[in-house]
C-alpha cells in the first residue's frame, strides 16, 4: 500500500515563518519510510490542504496520513481540519484518510522547552566565551545540569548512573525517556564484567572508547573483529556486511559476556538470530544502532527476543525506542556498567 504523509500548519504572512514546516517535511522524507511527504498550510500561506492533497492523490497513493503540526487542541484540531478531511475524502473516494493527533503535551516539548531555557540563561551567564576549569570538575557540573533538566526520581536507582551517562555523553535528555532495561540487564552485566568474560562491539570506534583497563583487571577482554581479515575475505564472498559476519566470528568469545552494539542494525539482527538458535550466549546485550533503515527494527527485535521459544525466558537487553543511538551512546553505557563493577568490587 502506497502511503502519502501531509503535514499541515496554520501558515503565516512572513515566510520565515513558514520555512519550519518544510524543513520538518524535509527530515521525515530523508526517513524513506512513507512514499509520499507534504506540507500544506491552513491559512495566510500556500500551498493550502486541497492543493496538497489533489497533488499527493495523483502520485498515486492509496492511503494519506494527515498530521497537524499544532501544539495544543483547539478550533483548528477539532473543527478545522476535520471539516477540510471530509470535503476531501468525497473527491477521493478511493483513498484512505487517517487523521493523525497533534502535538500535544508531549514530554518531549517539556524536554525541549528546558533545553532552551537552560541554553538562553547560560548564554547569559557566560556569553560566547568558553570558561576553562579543571575536566572533572566540567563532568560534575554537567551532571548537576543533567539533574536538574530530568526527573530521575522514579528511575529504578541502578538505571540512574546508566541514564546520567547517556545524556552526558550525546547532550540528548531524551535518553532519560526512551531508554530501555530488561529487568535483569544492570545486574547481568556487573557480575559478566566481575566474572572476567568478555565484551564484544559491532564496530572499532566502540571497541576504542570503552574502558578496557578495569575488564583486563577482573580478566575480560574488549573485541571487535569487522577488520579481521577472515571477517572481511567471508563478508565479500557471503554478500553480507562486515558487522553481520563479525557476530558469527565471536560467538565463542561472547558466551556471558557482554555484547555492545552502537552502530550496525545488521549486527543486531545477526546476533539476534544467533541468540535464537542457541549458539550465541551472551549475558547481556546493549542493542543501540543507529539510523533510519533498520535501526527500529533490530531494536524491537531484540525486546521480542524469548529463548528456547518462552516468554518468560528472555536475555537481559538494554535498548530504546527509535533511530537514535550510536558509538558515543554505547560506550557512554557499557562504561558505566564497567564502573558499576568495579564500585561492587570493593564493596
Known amino acids: 500500500m502506497k ?36 506540507a500544506a498550510f491552513l491559512q495566510l500561506a ?5 492543493e496538497v492533497v489533489k497533488q499527493t492523490v495523483g502520485s498515486g497513493v492509496d492511503r494519506i496520513v494527515v498530521v ?27 483513498v484512505e484518510f487517517i487523521y493523525a493527533n497533534n502535538i500535544g503535551a508531549d514530554e518531549r516539548i517539556a524536554l525541549i522547552a528546558a533545553d532552551r531555557i537552560h541554553e538562553v540563561l547560560i ?68 557480575q559478566s564484567i566481575k ?6 562491539t559491532d564496530v572499532n570506534m566502540v571497541k576504542s572508547g570503552i574502558s578496557k583497563g578495569p575488564v583486563e583487571k ?6 571487535c573483529k569487522i577488520a579481521d581479515k577472515s571477517v572481511i575475505d567471508e563478508a565479500n564472498n557471503l554478500g553480507k556486511t562486515r558487522a553481520t559476519m563479525a557476530m558469527q566470528h565471536s560467538i565463542s568469545e561472547m558466551k556471558d559476556g557482554i555484547v555492545v552494539i552502537g552502530n550496525a542494525p545488521t549486527a543486531l539482527f545477526a546476533l539476534i538470530e544467533l541468540i535464537k538458535k542457541g549458539s550465541a550466549q551472551p549475558a547481556l546485550v546493549i542493542g543501540i ?14 525486546k521480542d527476543i524469548s ?8 536475555i537481559p537487553y538494554i535498548t530504546n525506542t527509535n533511530r537514535k543511538g550510536g558509538s558515543a551512546v554505547a560506550v557512554s553505557i557499557v562504561n558505566a556498567i564497567i564502573k558499576l563493577a568495579k564500585e561492587h568490587s570493593v564493596k
Not at 536538574?148 to 538505571?159: A, F, G, M, Y
Request: hydrophobic fraction near 40%.
Open 289 to 302: 544502532p543507529v539510523g533510519f533503515v533498520g535501526a527500529v527494527e533490530a531494536k524491537y527485535a531484540l
Open 218 to 223: 577482573f580478566g575480560g577482554k574488549v573485541i
Open 68 to 94: 497537524p503540526l499544532l501544539l495544543f487542541k483547539g478550533n483548528h484540531v477539532f473543527k478545522d481540519i476535520p471539516e477540510m478531511l471530509e470535503n476531501e475524502k468525497s473527491k477521493y473516494p478511493q
Open 123 to 190: 548564554e547569559k551567564q557566560y556569553g560566547s566565551k568558553q570558561r576553562l576549569e579543571q575536566p572533572q570538575a566540567i563532568v560534575d557540573e554537567s551532571f548537576e545540569i543533567i539533574d536538574k533538566l530530568v526527573d530521575l526520581e522514579s528511575v529504578p536507582e541502578h538505571h540512574r548512573p546508566i541514564i546520567q551517562r547517556a545524556i552526558h555523553a550525546t547532550g540528548d535528555t531524551e535518553y532519560a525517556y526512551n531508554l530501555i532495561f530488561h529487568p535483569k540487564a544492570v545486574e547481568a552485566g556487573i
Open 46 to 50: 500556500e500551498p493550502g490542504f486541497p
Open 307 to 314: 529463548l528456547f521459544g518462552e516468554k518468560d525466558k528472555s
Open 3 to 38: 502511503t502519502g504523509i501531509i503535514l499541515i500548519s496554520h501558515g503565516s504572512k512572513l515566510n520565515s515563518g513558514n520555512d519550519g514546516l518544510f524543513k520538518v517535511a524535509d527530515m521525515l522524507r530523508a526517513m524513506n519510510r512513507w512514499d509520499v511527504v507534504e
Open 195 to 200: 566474572d572476567g568474560k568478555n565484551i564484544i
